[in-house]
């Protein structure tokens, strides 16, 4: 997760002083994994200049150049001569003009030099040369992106283009911080700053009107799960898709690792950072009909957004409309319903997908996205109104457009479990003598509701409900791990077990070790091998005549041209054998020392039912267990070939 610095302090109380670096280390004490430190790669003078005069001049080649006097201020040198060849500004406009001095990325460097006939004394910049997107047909017009500053001024900072981001790395169980409001959280955490929640916004009303039909039809024939637990819509409309981009924005964006895309989409991304919930646009005017939610059918396929014609599965979630699919939920919308340049209305989509099915169709197609990454990982089920509501507003802000009460909202009762945390339970798994008010305190700052415990038959502790950003705390382990990340990993004391005195190798292990260093010593090299092979190789080599013998068959082998458990070390030996000699070496002294499994004909090994991995077994189920593996005994094997002495 790119986290640019100007967003977090957005949301949390960051020194104006701190660094990258501090911001790092200070996240690295909550348990993140520092990754590197994005910048734009530009150092100046980068300023604000204004067109006074353009003359074109037609070239032999065919291409038409632009002989321009361009004022960028008396600071700047005054009125400076620039040859440019884009064409999408007249007298007047005010631009971004790199000086003589100036870097920009790639590294590039600027310097007055002779072109088509004059000294282009700087050089006026495109977005791709400043790093702000892709667009290289024309230079930046300030104007275009509603920007009127004096001639003079510096562009870096007034595009954003001296902002920084750090970059972290995200674990699984942590889903919650691939967003700007979980990462300003998590640095609260660590320092103490305050923290500003995104999600609690001053909206008028949060509930969407009933002018749009939405309809979750999902019985889950595969896994027995509702697929979308909350779908939430609202409409926007009469926007201009024309609209710029505030250079803010595509700014951040691009600091996060996204690409700016138009208005409306770069709305949906941006609210996506923000608050970690994925949005999909739709274009209102390309649908038909009302909105259902459901698995798809045997043989459906779909276009999605990248042009590729998919194959569906009855278990992949989707968007219909009354055309057929329109989204393959959670993972990525559909071609037909895109929007585009010509999009005047749009419906914006929040929702909340189990993980499981968005896990799955995300590797099924092979499809990986933004959204799906954060789906699969648990979105917090409270935060879609909100996510809704905030693109549509920035649409209106941005976009020229207006919020209607249109829409659609279903959505099911959140519910929380409650953890029982027994009194002396953290201290006791992290070696720590936390307080009971460092524990609680640790509880209630990550957002957790703490309770004293009231249920039967407990001698003190607390009851814990989780918040609905944290689907990883499930257990009283959990909440240890929170506590103890919440006061510094660096409180446990690092203690070395003390071992038993008196104790050492048994017989049986001094006695293999006799008989493997003899062969070492004898000149002989140990090799040890896997202990999976065929049944041929088992018949061939389990027996002098080479008879058919019961072997052992793996129900969930790592090969699965070699399924069985071997009865002999042999076939290990001469594979090692093979391969050496394939490759020119032939003189050889290998041997092995391992475990063969000789089952008992007509006694059935193995058992169906596995128990609890969280609790012992009892010593009747150890003893099933037990039976239930066949006769193991430790051979020693040797082969030589080629010659005894080096040639």
Same mark, same amino acid.
């Given at each position: 997760m790119r986290v640019p610095l100007s967003w977090l302090r957005e949301y949390v109380d960051l020194a104006a002083d701190a660094t990258p670096e501090d911001v790092l280390a200070a996240l690295v004490t909550v348990g993140f994994e520092e990754e590197d430190v994005h910048r734009f790669d530009i150092t100046g003078p980068v300023v604000v200049g204004q067109v006074v005069s353009l003359e074109p001049e037609p070239q032999s080649n065919g291409k038409t150049i632009n002989w321009c006097q361009v004022d960028v201020g008396e600071a700047n040198g005054g009125i400076r001569g620039i040859v440019c060849g884009a064409h999408n500004f007249v007298v007047g406009d005010k631009v971004v003009v790199t000086l003589p001095g100036a870097v920009l990325p790639g590294p590039f460097p600027i310097a007055a030099r002779k072109t088509y006939g004059h000294v282009s004394d700087g050089m006026i910049a495109s977005a791709r040369e400043l790093g702000l997107g892709d667009e290289h047909n024309g230079i930046v017009v300030l104007s275009d992106l509603g920007i009127d500053a004096?001639?003079?001024?510096?562009?870096?900072?007034?595009?954003?283009?001296?902002?920084?981001?750090?970059?972290?790395?995200?674990?699984?169980?942590?889903?919650?911080?691939?967003?700007?409001?979980?990462?300003?959280?998590?640095?609260?955490?660590?320092?103490?700053?305050?923290?500003?929640?995104?999600?609690?916004?001053?909206?008028?009303?949060?509930?969407?009107?009933?002018?749009?039909?939405?309809?979750?039809? @999902?019985?889950?024939?595969?896994?027995?799960?509702?697929?979308?637990?909350?779908?939430?819509?609202?409409?926007?409309?009469?926007?201009?898709?024309?609209?710029?981009?505030?250079?803010?924005?595509?700014?951040?964006?691009?600091?996060?690792?996204?690409?700016?895309?138009?208005?409306?989409?770069?709305?949906?991304?941006?609210?996506?950072?923000?608050?970690?919930?994925?949005?999909?646009?739709?274009?209102? @005017?390309?649908?038909?009909?009302?909105?259902?939610?459901?698995?798809?059918?045997?043989?459906?396929?779909?276009?999605?957004?990248?042009?590729?014609?998919?194959?569906?599965?009855?278990?992949?979630?989707?968007?219909?409309?009354?055309?057929?699919?329109?989204?393959?939920?959670?993972?990525?919308?559909g071609g037909t319903t895109e929007m585009s340049d010509s999009t005047r209305n749009v419906m914006i989509e929040a929702a909340s997908f189990d993980p499981t099915t968005i896990a799955r169709s995300a590797r099924r197609h092979k499809l990986p996205s933004e959204a799906s990454k954060r789906f699969e990982r648990g979105v917090d089920p409270l935060?879609?109104?909100?996510?809704?509501?905030?693109?549509?507003?920035?649409?209106?802000?941005?976009?020229?457009?207006?919020?209607?009460?249109?829409?659609?909202?279903?959505?099911?009762?959140?519910?929380?479990?409650?953890?029982?945390?027994?009194?002396?339970?953290?201290?006791?798994?992290?070696?720590?003598?936390?307080?009971?008010?460092?524990?609680?305190?640790?509880?209630?700052?990550?957002?957790?509701?703490?309770?004293?415990?009231?249920?039967?038959?407990?001698?003190?502790?607390?009851?814990?409900?989780?918040?609905?950003?944290?689907?990883?705390?499930?257990?009283?382990?959990?909440?240890?791990?929170?506590?103890?990340?919440?006061?510094?990993?660096?409180?446990?004391?690092?203690?070395?077990?003390?071992?038993?005195?008196?104790?050492?190798?048994?017989?049986?292990?001094?006695?293999?070790?006799?008989?493997?260093?003899?062969?070492?010593?004898?000149?002989?090299?140990?090799?040890?091998?896997?202990?999976?092979?065929?049944?041929?190789?088992?018949?061939?080599?389990?027996?002098?005549?080479?008879?058919?013998?019961?072997?052992?068959?793996?129900?969930?082998?790592?090969?699965?041209?070699?399924?069985?458990?071997?009865?002999?070390?042999?076939?290990?030996?001469?594979?090692?054998?093979?391969?050496?000699?394939?490759?020119?070496l032939t003189d050889l002294a290998i041997f092995e020392t391992g475990v063969v499994f000789l089952p008992e004909p007509g006694v059935q090994y193995g058992t169906d039912e596995v128990p609890p991995l969280g609790e012992r077994p009892s010593d009747e189920t150890l003893a099933e267990l037990n039976a239930s593996i066949p006769p193991q005994h430790r051979f020693v094997s040797g082969l030589l070939t080629g010659h005894v002495a080096p040639r």
């Open positions: 004096p001639v003079g001024t510096d562009a870096i900072a007034l595009l954003g283009l001296d902002d920084v981001a750090v970059e972290i790395n995200v674990t699984p169980d942590r889903g919650y911080a691939f967003s700007l409001r979980g990462v300003a959280r998590e640095y609260a955490h660590a320092t103490g700053a305050t923290f500003h929640d995104p999600a609690e916004r001053d909206f008028a009303e949060l509930q969407p009107g009933t002018g749009h039909t939405t309809v979750v039809d @999902d019985v889950a024939p595969v896994r027995g799960n509702v697929g979308a637990s909350e779908f939430v819509t609202r409409v926007v409309r009469d926007v201009d898709p024309s609209r710029p981009t505030p250079p803010w924005m595509v700014a951040r964006l691009s600091l996060a690792g996204m690409r700016s895309l138009g208005v409306l989409i770069d709305i949906t991304n941006y609210v996506m950072l923000e608050l970690g919930q994925p949005l999909h646009g739709y274009d209102l @005017d390309k649908l038909t009909g009302g909105i259902t939610v459901r698995r798809a059918h045997e043989g459906e396929k779909m276009t999605t957004l990248d042009g590729v014609e998919r194959a569906l599965h009855t278990e992949d979630l989707l968007i219909t409309d009354e055309s057929g699919p329109i989204g393959l939920a959670g993972v990525m919308g935060i879609p109104f909100v996510a809704a509501r905030r693109a549509a507003d920035l649409m209106v802000e941005f976009a020229g457009g207006t919020l209607t009460e249109e829409g659609g909202a279903l959505f099911t009762e959140v519910f929380v479990a409650e953890i029982e945390l027994p009194a002396g339970f953290v201290q006791g798994l992290i070696g720590v003598d936390y307080t009971d008010e460092e524990i609680t305190g640790a509880l209630t700052t990550i957002g957790a509701e703490v309770s004293p415990s009231t249920g039967s038959g407990t001698q003190g502790g607390w009851t814990v409900i989780p918040p609905t950003w944290r689907p990883d705390l499930t257990d009283k382990w959990t909440l240890a791990e929170e506590v103890a990340r919440i006061h510094g990993l660096d409180r446990i004391p690092s203690v070395l077990p003390t071992p038993p005195s008196g104790r050492g190798l048994t017989a049986h292990q001094q006695g293999r070790r006799r008989v493997a260093d003899a062969l070492a010593a004898a000149g002989l090299v140990e090799t040890p091998s896997f202990p999976f092979t065929t049944e041929a190789q088992n018949d061939l080599h389990g027996s002098a005549s080479g008879e058919h013998l019961p072997s052992i068959r793996l129900a969930n082998p790592l090969d699965g041209q070699a399924p069985y458990l071997r009865r002999s070390l042999i076939p290990g030996l001469l594979q090692t054998a093979h391969r050496n000699i394939s490759r020119g």
